[in-house]
């Protein structure tokens, strides 16, 4: 009697609501529905729809550097010119011998690093490896480092040239480069002495690896150019002390051509033999330097200032932008999840770059594989042609092989793309029973009464 009230029950209950579950599906029944097996070859046609990808604003690819040119350091002063009057003779002032020491790298010498690229011994054997080496030249920078691609910045200022070799080595080691290279200083621009006053060329003279004479300097200069060489003189100013040497006797002594000149010092060639005139050219020098360290200084600051504001600018844009995005008030390009899938939901597609059907459902989730059809999986994309108002291509991924799935990973999404899961038969029916049964329970109850 119970299973025939069952069956009355369920029967009736069809009949009376037409259709107990409608679950949602792909159909091809209208005329304006495409669908279309995805395979390598469609793969490509669905790509080829034109789509540019929206990008973050420009403020995301500026940095705060390149503000603007450091200021000139503007006129420097006059030089200092005065008629001066002879005195009988010239006394005789040498500088202590300095101790001899090697060659301490500076801020703006320029180091030379050469590594070597590949060679076979056919190549070595005919000296061709030299010219494969490749050699590339480093500024050492105001904070005493090289910066070299790959190892990153390596501090050599204050070092001689076999300590910087082996910083360096010891920096490709841990960068695990290959440390086979040559080191060498290629300019000398850390440490020099001037030379002006009666010169053929007043100049400015680096000193290298070499000791630096006074006879050297002279010739660099283009040698003395006086006429009178009774009444002339050099002076060396050296650490606050003014030196000085009888042109007569300069060229007597050979000890005194051979004065080793250090970094710093000046050397003054004069015709006449007034101490003040020589320590009204230092002290202009003395000036001038003073004056251009000053404005660059200045202009270091103000450079700086300015960055500092750019930065600020730059942070406070991005900060804005991030919060507009929080706040969903960009406008983005979507695609959307429906179906079998875990998050149903909106999928926003990425900035500068296009993303995928397989970006899309495993970012997500991806879709359960006990209620899903893996045959079933569609990518719904309407027309943009106005002429085809309503049409829609389902592009069809059958997963069955799991091999296929390779294809949601060129699959690319445009905006407002729907990607669809369809249920597995078992699930429709298994949705179907469990609709009935509550009111199937129901029904019988109120039989029995």
């Not at 390149?66 to 000139?72: N, P, S, V």
């Not at 030299?130 to 790959?150: F, K, M």
Request: aromatic share 6%; charged share 20%.
């Amino acid at each position: 009697m119970l299973k025939r009230l069952m069956a009355i029950a369920t029967v009736t209950l069809l009949t009376g609501c037409g259709v107990a579950y409608v679950s949602p599906k792909v159909s091809d029944a209208g005329s304006k529905v495409r669908i279309v097996p995805l395979t390598s070859e469609t793969v490509l046609a669905a790509n080829r729809s034109q789509y540019i990808p929206k990008e973050l604003p420009a403020v995301f690819f500026q940095n705060a550097g390149g503000a603007g040119g450091m200021r000139g350091a503007g006129a420097t002063p006059d030089p200092v010119s005065d008629l001066q009057n002879r005195p009988a003779e010239l006394a005789l002032r040498v500088p202590d011998t300095p101790p001899r020491t090697t060659y301490d790298i500076g801020i703006g010498d320029v180091l030379l690093l050469a590594t070597q690229s590949g060679a076979n011994t056919v190549e070595e054997l005919s000296g061709l490896l030299a010219a494969q080496n490749r050699r590339q030249g480093y500024t050492v920078q105001d904070d005493g480092a090289i910066a070299i691609p790959d190892v990153g910045r390596v501090k050599v200022a204050g070092l001689t040239l076999e300590e910087a070799e082996g910083a360096l080595f010891q920096r490709l080691l841990e960068a695990q480069i290959d440390p086979s290279f040559s080191l060498e200083i290629a300019e000398f621009n850390s440490k020099r002495i001037s030379i002006g006053g009666a010169v053929g060329n007043p100049t400015i003279i680096p000193i290298t690896l070499t000791p630096l004479t006074l006879d050297q300097a002279v010739a660099t200069a283009g040698g003395i150019q006086t006429p009178d060489l009774d009444y002339a003189s050099i002076r060396l100013y050296r650490d606050g002390d003014l030196y000085q040497i009888p042109l007569t006797e300069y060229l007597r002594r050979a000890d005194l051509q051979k004065t080793r000149l250090i970094a710093g010092d000046s050397v003054f060639v004069d015709t006449e033999y007034q101490l003040d005139r020589a320590q009204a050219y230092f002290a202009e020098q003395i000036t001038i330097s003073q004056f251009r360290q000053q404005a660059r200084a200045q202009a270091l600051a103000e450079l700086t200032a300015v960055v500092d504001l750019r930065r600020e600018s730059l942070n406070e844009s991005r900060a804005n932008f991030e919060a507009q995005i929080d706040n969903d008030a960009v406008d983005r390009d979507h695609a959307y999840l429906a179906g079998e899938v875990r998050s149903p939901g909106r999928f926003t597609l990425p900035f500068g770059r296009t993303a995928t059907l397989a970006d899309a459902l495993y970012s997500e989730g991806g879709f359960d594989t006990k209620t899903a059809d893996p045959s079933q999986i569609y990518v719904l994309r309407g027309s943009n042609n106005p002429s085809e108002a309503g049409a829609v291509t389902a592009w069809n991924l059958d997963a069955k092989n799991a091999t296929d799935l390779i294809l949601a990973t060129r699959m690319e999404l445009r905006p407002n793309d729907v990607i669809f899961i369809a249920e597995q038969p078992v699930t429709r029916w298994n949705r179907v029973i469990t609709q009935i049964t509550p009111s199937l329970i129901t029904s019988v109850a109120s039989s029995v009464q």
